[in-house]
């Protein structure tokens, strides 16, 4: 086995500079930390739910094998850090990933985690176990894993199929925490257990979700924190009064809105930052008539991408296709290579003449739209959007009415593909192509909502997979990225920025350029008042 320690030095030696040039204010323990949710989610599963507010509340409350590190914006290979393992190790023909592990940590509720756990959980994940879950929204990560195996109680190893480089990235991500093997999956829907420097307190559904201080957290003096809130407000213009008001010390909101905090409150520390989320059209492409290819093509062209940029963001958003875009995004495609992509002509009238022809053809036009709703979930940045796309898709005769759908309602929706048209939002694992593709467009997988499927590109997912040259992942990926645009798999409208404020107190949060969610470990974070 070959030890691959080259994470774990660069940051030990980057640690090591800071600490020698600038020393850090002294850290002060106690108080909580008052965070905004923008919904109420199901459960507090963390390997059903698929939101960010289930993920960002939960993963204080996890451990990870490895995770990125908290404090690096950019979520890379580079910057994976352990954390229940103490290091990892690959054999030479790449096939097997070794983690050793911590010894002397606690589930919350006292138990010993062991190697056992690990393997408990990646057996669950993969629909070996006995236990199951009720939704599996990630399987599709873990299909080229043959199984997992353990070596006494500190030593578990990943077996694949073949090679499969960016494994790792898919195991630092927020979503893939660590269950206990002692608790049925059932009851951590609500009673999550796990390893974390926060427990669980309290769930009040569409009021708050509470954490406090785990005491006996591996690490000695962690988390700062005395506990968490996270309080549900929906509207964004309510959440920036609160914050405003001082009853808040986090939000998420608007670009507009920012405006409005930052003349109120001009020592609020603000971030605008894309995060990786994508809003994108979803088409059924098993209900007539979208299961014509020119009906979804022609639904493609009607796009005008930088005018949903300019309306929701007033310009800060960027264009883009399945991996987050340039440079925030790892694989991105350059700008001259995406406008060559079916669609992303920026010639938009051109596009739309063109899509009116086809719809013609089809039978439809101004004196005969296709008339039908479009579904979205009901909180801002579903809803903003769906109205432009709305609006958007009258140019090609397609006069739509807005089906709004309660959070706990919609992602069983898509499940069943229980609509003709929507507005999604997809992101925020992991910025790599083996989530974003085998999630999203392999065929049969959960999150796959519109059907797609290509058993031949299915092929060039697993090629590209297995290679670990950078540069030529990325040239196998851009081929993906036109075949998926030629065949409009799940048509990219548009990468939205989003604003985030914090309160001058809150100390040592390092929000993330390409996650929304893998920042949120929290043991670090601590108030100066």
């Not at 939704?135 to 997992?148: D, G, I, Q, T």
């Not at 986090?250 to 001009?266: E, G």
């Not at 264009?319 to 920026?346: F, R, S």
């Not at 997979?465 to 409009?488: P, T, Y």
Request: with cysteine; aromatic share 10%; hydrophobic share 35%.
């Amino acid at each position: 086995m070959r030890q691959d320690l080259r994470t774990v030095t660069a940051a030990a030696t980057l640690l090591a500079a800071m600490s020698a040039t600038d020393p850090a204010p002294a850290q002060k323990s106690g108080g909580t930390l008052r965070v905004h949710a923008l919904d109420s989610p199901p459960s507090l599963s963390m390997h059903e739910e698929v939101d960010a507010v289930p993920a960002r509340a939960l993963m204080g409350v996890f451990n990870n094998l490895v995770v990125f590190d908290q404090h690096i914006k950019q979520n890379s290979l580079h910057s994976i850090v352990p954390d229940l393992a103490t290091g990892w190790s690959w054999s030479e023909d790449e096939t097997q990933l070794t983690f050793a592990l911590r010894e002397g940590v606690k589930w919350h509720d006292g138990r010993p985690f062991t190697a056992k756990d690990v393997k408990c959980t990646w057996d669950l994940l993969t629909g070996k176990s006995s236990e199951k879950l009720r939704l599996n929204p990630r399987k599709a990560w873990y299909r080229n894993l043959a199984e997992v195996t353990t070596n006494g109680d500190y030593e578990v190893s990943f077996h694949f199929q073949r090679p499969q480089p960016a494994f790792i990235a898919l195991l630092a991500s927020a979503y893939s925490v660590v269950y206990p093997c002692h608790i049925p999956p059932g009851e951590m829907r609500q009673h999550p257990i796990g390893t974390g420097p926060f427990k669980l307190a309290e769930f009040k559904p569409n009021e708050r979700i509470t954490m406090t201080r785990n005491p006996d957290y591996r690490k000695p003096g962690r988390p700062y924190l005395d506990g968490i809130e996270f309080t549900i407000i929906r509207d964004v213009s309510t959440a920036a009064l609160a914050f405003v008001a001082g009853k808040v010390d986090w939000i998420a909101t608007t670009i507009p809105v920012l405006r409005d905090v930052k003349s109120q409150k001009p020592d609020a520390i603000c971030e605008v930052t894309p995060g990786g989320i994508s809003r994108n059209l979803i088409v059924n492409r098993d209900a007539p008539p979208f299961d014509n290819a020119d009906m979804r093509r022609a639904m493609a062209l009607s796009l005008d991408r930088k005018a949903f940029i300019d309306i929701i963001s007033e310009g800060q958003g960027d264009i883009g296709g399945v991996m987050q875009p340039l440079p925030e995004g790892l694989w991105g495609m350059p700008p001259d290579v995406q406008k060559t992509l079916p669609g992303y002509d920026p010639d938009v009238q051109k596009n739309r003449t063109e899509a009116r022809d086809m719809m013609h053809k089809l039978g439809y036009g101004p004196d005969k739209p296709l008339a039908l709703k479009i579904s979205t979930r009901n909180i801002p940045p579903f809803r903003d959007p769906a109205v432009i796309l709305i609006d958007q898709l009258k140019e090609v005769f397609i006069d739509g009415e807005l089906d709004i759908v309660e959070t706990a309602l919609w992602y069983p929706k898509m499940y069943r593909k229980d609509y003709k048209i929507g507005l999604n939002l997809t992101g925020g694992g992991v910025d790599d192509p083996d989530q974003q593709l085998y999630e999203n467009y392999s065929c049969g997988a959960p999150r796959n909502y519109t059907g797609y499927c290509d058993p031949e590109l299915e092929k060039l997912f697993d090629r590209q997979s297995a290679e670990a040259e950078e540069g030529m992942r990325k040239k196998l990926v851009w081929e993906i990225e036109r075949k998926l645009a030629e065949d409009g798999a799940r048509p990219i409208i548009f990468y939205n920025r989003f604003a985030y404020c914090w309160q001058p107190q809150v100390k040592d949060w390092t929000m993330m350029v390409n996650s929304i969610i893998n920042n949120w470990r929290m043991e670090d974070v601590w108030l100066d008042k």
